[in-house]
């Protein structure tokens, strides 16, 4: 198996990557993963690099923003960066240095320039904000991009001018603000379940309580707080989906029947699908859930069983064929 050592206690693997890191990703992403950890010796427990999968969407692989500054840093060649942004201001395009503009100025992009001490010319790049910007389905700006886009579009032409001056220390990094599909960095911790946050352009109908899962589609969650992510070992005792429309919208809600009759809900047939798995075979997961009213799954893992007659029950981990669910009764 490949291993990167990035500190004396941690032996980075495939294991660790898929347990907590990214359980959603497929082993080829986890893979890539862990050798461009290797490649430029990243270590994802201490913010550098990111692996980031939404549903059923390829996996993103993102660099902290801190690694990009502090690597340069230690470049014997380089001598240093200027970067700001781009505003529209008194009927003028202007250049400015850093990131402040006023309320009647248009922020139209972001500039940086990057130095070395054996070149001439410094690497510019100059980005329009529209290429960029994080939208939601309906076309707005997402939370970051909305308060702080003057900020957020300062460090893309800063990472693209990093990249280009030093190409092999850079090579492969990207940061969350050239991805426009990343909204929110997961929080890692060695032997605890990853804190995915959903991205802001999704919007997912929630429930209105936990044992009226229906009326899921009428009610947005509640937007105060976030919520805490527990983990609980568990069989599955049933499964049932529930489909249902919301402002033209079709949506599938699955439940969870848990042991003491404890109900989970989650929007993604992925996680539904190793459940109904588990379920089939009578094995226990570890259920990684938000816990708030509604119990929203964040990850369903496999426990691995040591009888040898359940092994081969549970046939190969996370490769399941196609299941069916139980609709729920109205």
Known sequence: MEELKTEPELTLTLDIVKKYICPQATDQEAYTFLQLCKAQNLNPFLKEAYLIKYGTA??????????FTKRADKLPQYDGFKAGIIVYSNDKVVYREGCFYTTAEQVLGGWAEVYRKDRAIPFRNEVKLEEYMGKKTDGTPTKMWAEKKATMIRKVPLVQSLREAFPVPY????SPE?????????????????????????????????????????????????????SVITTIAKLTQKVGDKNGKKFTLYKLLGENEIIYTTFDKNLATVAKSAHEAGLEVRLSYKADKYNTVQNV?????????????????????????????N
């Open 171 to 174: 090579g492969g990094l990207y």
């Open 301 to 329: 893992e496999l426990i691995e069983p040591s009888d040898p007659v359940q092994k081969e029950l549970a046939g190969v981990e996370n490769t399941f064929g196609p299941q069916t669910y139980d609709d729920e009764e």
């Open 58 to 67: 390829p996996a993103t692989i993102v660099t902290g923003k801190e690694t």
């Open 178 to 230: 050239e991805i426009n599909t990343v909204d929110a960095l997961p929080v890692y911790e060695m032997g605890k379940a990853p804190v995915v946050q959903p991205p802001s352009q999704i919007k997912l109908p929630q429930s209105k309580t936990a044992k009226d899962t229906d009326a899921a589609a009428d009610d947005q969650p509640d937007k105060g707080g976030v919520p805490d992510t527990q």
